[in-house]
């Protein structure tokens, strides 16, 4: 089995909402060791683990954490990001629903790391339960001075609030967020700054994913470069993957970094619900690239996922069989991210309107080669020149399928037949 349940070794086994159940699986352990520990010393082992984000980009753990804690000043933000909007993701919901504390005992080390003084959990608004789940983990601790004034007799002094999203995809892209939290639209800024020098009301904010704070106690546990012996040398330590779509099996699996797509498919998915033949797999959410099956061999590591843009972070394995359409599939991903684009940059405002309205000739087998042109054009515009992740990532799947099925959209070419009488 290549299952290898490390950060996702409680769920299901203790009760998420008992801080006991937590505390006798070792909770709060590596909380209380680090403490003790050099605030430097900290950042060297979460840099010795080579952690990268959990939430799309893999941007090193350790950067964030050394920006934070050089900016001076009384005030510094940690916040957890579950702003979980991509279709196919559902990672930080099951930590969420099922190992609570984990991710708020990773929330306060990074804090004292950092001589943070507060934190914020951004819940996506349609996760109700999760929700409810934190709000409880977080005033147990509180009850149990694990949060609040003077922890555990340390002299740190941190706290964690909980702010709802209100339905919008692009809140995940961490200006947006903190424009939600500070009660204003949510819309990207123009960076620089980033966050780490000016975010939340102003201060230096530290944002991670709620899966990458998951791991830092596993990390001041065993140690930054125990960590490091799991997985491949650019990717470590283990990936919870969500698995959907056409699978006979879904769910949130917890693997390591190198195993291959096919094995997480057909040993953990089981292949097809329909036992039809797997024609395509969207790798990271509507956002990411699209697939075909020869490719599946390839392995899960961020540094071979970015050679085609994809956001290993995410997590979310789409499997589609031979039952459906490419462009279809290319409509409904458009669609999403027309209606859920905040409108304030152009390539992204209005590029999700023409390159639907490209999609629909190839659907309607009224496109020219002139069209094919345009759609590759319009989408690499996209990528390169809009303002956050969202309208950067959106065209990915027509960009991807693009160049490993081309020969769909030369099928939907309607080629003229009249060639002036020759």
Same mark, same amino acid.
């Given at each position: 089995?290549?299952?290898?349940?490390?950060?996702?070794?409680?769920?299901?086994?203790?009760?998420?909402?008992?801080?006991?159940?937590?505390?006798?699986?070792?909770?709060?352990?590596?909380?209380?060791?680090?403490?003790?520990?050099?605030?430097?010393?900290?950042?060297?082992?979460?840099?010795?683990?080579?952690?990268?984000?959990?939430? $799309?980009?893999?941007?090193?753990?350790y950067?964030?954490?050394?920006?934070?804690?050089?900016?001076?000043?009384?005030?510094?933000?940690?916040?957890?990001?579950?702003?979980?909007?991509?279709?196919?993701?559902?990672k930080?919901?099951?930590?969420?629903e099922?190992?609570?504390?984990q991710?708020?005992?990773?929330?306060?080390?990074?804090?004292? @790391?950092?001589?943070?003084?507060?934190?914020?959990?951004?819940?996506?608004?349609?996760?109700?339960?999760?929700?409810?789940?934190?709000?409880w983990?977080?005033?147990? @601790?509180?009850?149990?001075?694990?949060?609040?004034?003077?922890?555990?007799?340390?002299?740190?002094d941190?706290?964690?609030?909980?702010?709802?999203?209100?339905?919008?995809?692009?809140?995940?892209?961490?200006?947006?967020?903190?424009?939600s939290?500070? $009660?204003?639209? $949510?819309?990207?800024?123009?960076?620089?700054?980033?966050?780490?020098?000016?975010?939340?009301?102003?201060?230096?904010?530290?944002?991670?994913?709620?899966?990458?704070?998951?791991?830092?106690?596993?990390?001041?546990?065993?140690?930054?470069?125990?960590?490091?012996?799991?997985?491949?040398?650019?990717?470590t330590?283990?990936?919870?993957?969500?698995?959907?779509?056409?699978?006979?099996?879904?769910?949130?699996?917890?693997?390591?970094?190198?195993?291959?797509?096919?094995?997480?498919?057909?040993?953990?998915?089981?292949?097809?619900?329909?036992?039809?033949?797997?024609?395509?797999?969207?790798?990271?959410?509507?956002?990411?690239?699209?697939?075909?099956?020869?490719?599946?061999?390839?392995?899960?590591?961020?540094?071979?996922?970015?050679?085609?843009?994809?956001?290993?972070?995410?997590?979310?394995?789409?499997?589609?069989?031979?039952?459906?359409?490419?462009?279809?599939?290319?409509?409904?991903?458009?669609?999403?991210?027309?209606?859920?684009?905040?409108?304030?940059?152009?390539?992204?405002?209005?590029?999700?309107?023409?390159?639907?309205?490209?999609?629909?000739?190839?659907?309607?087998?009224?496109?020219?080669?002139?069209?094919?042109?345009?759609?590759?054009?319009?989408?690499?515009?996209?990528?390169?020149?809009?303002?956050?992740?969202?309208?950067?990532?959106?065209?990915?799947?027509?960009?991807?399928?693009?160049?490993?099925?081309?020969?769909?959209?030369?099928?939907?070419?309607?080629?003229?037949?009249?060639?002036?009488?020759?």
């Amino acid at each position: 089995m290549i299952e290898k349940r490390v950060i996702s070794k409680r769920c299901g086994l203790i009760n998420p909402l008992s801080i006991d159940d937590y505390l006798r699986t070792d909770g709060y352990a590596a909380l209380k060791k680090a403490l003790k520990t050099d605030r430097i010393k900290l950042i060297e082992e979460v840099e010795a683990s080579k952690l990268r984000g959990r939430g $799309g980009a893999g941007f090193p753990a350790y950067m964030k954490m050394v920006g934070l804690a050089k900016e001076k000043g009384p005030v510094k933000y940690v916040i957890g990001n579950a702003d979980e909007g991509e279709p196919g993701n559902f990672k930080d919901r099951y930590l969420m629903e099922n190992d609570p504390h984990q991710i708020i005992e990773g929330m306060i080390i990074v804090a004292f @790391a950092t001589m943070a003084s507060h934190g914020f959990l951004y819940v996506r608004g349609e996760y109700s339960l999760p929700m409810s789940t934190m709000q409880w983990a977080i005033e147990e @601790a509180r009850r149990n001075n694990f949060l609040g004034q003077n922890i555990l007799g340390s002299g740190f002094d941190f706290d964690i609030e909980i702010r709802s999203g209100a339905g919008s995809y692009v809140c995940g892209e961490e200006f947006a967020l903190i424009e939600s939290i500070e $009660g204003k639209p $949510g819309r990207t800024r123009v960076k620089p700054p980033f966050p780490t020098q000016k975010g939340l009301f102003g201060k230096p904010t530290l944002i991670n994913n709620v899966e990458t704070f998951s791991n830092i106690p596993l990390i001041i546990s065993i140690g930054g470069q125990k960590y490091a012996e799991t997985g491949t040398k650019s990717s470590t330590g283990t990936k919870l993957l969500c698995l959907s779509g056409n699978a006979k099996v879904k769910g949130v699996f917890e693997v390591p970094f190198g195993v291959t797509i096919r094995q997480v498919v057909e040993e953990l998915g089981q292949g097809t619900e329909s036992g039809r033949k797997i024609k395509m797999v969207q790798l990271g959410g509507a956002c990411g690239p699209i697939i075909p099956e020869y490719m599946l061999d390839m392995v899960i590591d961020y540094e071979r996922f970015e050679e085609f843009e994809s956001k290993t972070g995410a997590g979310a394995i789409i499997v589609i069989d031979d039952r459906f359409n490419i462009f279809d599939i290319l409509m409904r991903v458009v669609r999403f991210f027309e209606h859920e684009s905040c409108g304030k940059c152009t390539p992204c405002r209005e590029g999700h309107a023409q390159l639907a309205i490209i999609l629909n000739k190839f659907i309607e087998r009224k496109a020219t080669a002139k069209d094919l042109f345009s759609l590759e054009s319009l989408a690499r515009v996209m990528h390169q020149t809009s303002l956050c992740g969202l309208g950067q990532t959106s065209p990915t799947a027509i960009i991807s399928t693009l160049r490993y099925f081309r020969e769909d959209y030369i099928e939907q070419i309607d080629y003229p037949t009249n060639l002036g009488g020759q």
